[in-house]
């Protein structure tokens, strides 16, 4: 592992942080419905990003690989060489359920906002408070 | 307008984020990038494709598919029932719209839907590659449903909105396909359990393999082409599943806003 990975694991983590202040300011602070949501999606790729990050690893006498076995077919060296360089599987895996709930719930409220703008011809929260 | 509550907020959350980081310069998260990984990330990757094991492995090739429609098959199942009850909740708050008849929308220039019509082909084509490869390959069902999304899209946009309900693809016969889907996803779930039930046999849902004292596998092996077992008939299913509750969305998504405000201001 050389110090251009440690330090571009380091930036990639900071960049993650500041993904989620901005999120957060974008939830707490603006008030138009809609930039919430795209806060709310910032959120959750930021989340999704770290978790896959977790799962990561560098290993110290190989190069990273991804979880899939490059070859069949699938001898016993193959098979020691891939669970000692492959990356964690698990996190991908929630992931991908998290982005396709994440996706539901993003469009479940995209139309619950348009339906809201058709009612009362506005997203702005401030406003929606005194309907 | 930049009130003290936005002054406050942004205030807040700039030290929430440089405490986040004064933490992981103090080795926080562990070292980074990690060296290793979780005992179960080893067990799964071990099992993936195991000959030596196979009351345990998937016969699969990628890690990530033989999580989720495998080891983790059941979360799985569930995921596609909250993504099917959110596009069914969407759809309750279009009840009413009719789309009687074209408002004149012709879509872009015939150079546009020229190109457009040979995407038609290519696009489904990768996607149908993505979806079958699944099990080998990075990629599988959902990730499939997502890039047939984009022929539904551009159809939408190039040809107009009432391009694919005028050949037959209504938001209707959207809904049975993606029920088909998610109907293949169940069957396929519980496809070695129904078998077993004529044959005499142990057979547990989500079965895959053959388990010690399941005897029954779906198809590993054909030919010397990979099939994973049950994981190439679940990605196809939710490849169905995901493309057809992605169209039924844009469909919504692009009715003309007449047509729904007749409805929502008669409510």
Partial sequence: ????????????????????????????????????????????????????????????????????????????????????????????????????????????????????YRLYGTVDVRKVRRI | MVTKIDVFVAISIAIFVLSLAYITSLGGLGPLPPVDVRDIAYQYLNLTYNPWRRFLTSFALESVTAIIWDFRGLDTLYETAVFYGAIIASIALYRGVKITHSRGGTGLSPIAKTVTRLSFVLIPTVAASVALHGHLTPGGGFQAGSIATVVIVLAIIVFSRYFLPGHGLSKERALLLRSIGLLGVGLTSIGLLLISFLLGVNAYIFQNQAKLD?????????????????LLFFNLSEFIAVAFGFMIVFLLLSVSEEDVREVVTRD
């Fill in chain 2, 214 to 230: 399941a005897p029954l596998s779906y198809p590993s092996l054909v030919d010397d082409y990979t099939l994973g077992g049950s």
């Fill in chain 1, 1 to 116: 592992m050389t110090n251009i990975a440690v330090l571009t694991a380091y930036v990639i983590v900071l960049s993650l942080y500041v993904n989620l202040g901005i999120a957060l300011y974008g939830i707490f602070a603006r008030p138009s419905l809609v930039k919430k949501l795209i806060a709310i999606t910032i959120l959750s790729d930021t989340a999704n990003a770290f978790a896959v990050l977790v799962g990561y690893r560098w290993p110290r006498n190989a190069l990273p690989k991804p979880p899939v076995i490059p070859e069949l077919p699938v001898t016993r060296r193959v098979l020691e060489e891939y669970t000692s360089s492959a990356v964690d599987p698990l996190p991908q895996a929630l992931v991908l359920t998290a982005i396709v709930i994440g996706l539901a719930i993003t469009l479940f409220i995209a139309f619950i906002i348009i339906q809201y």
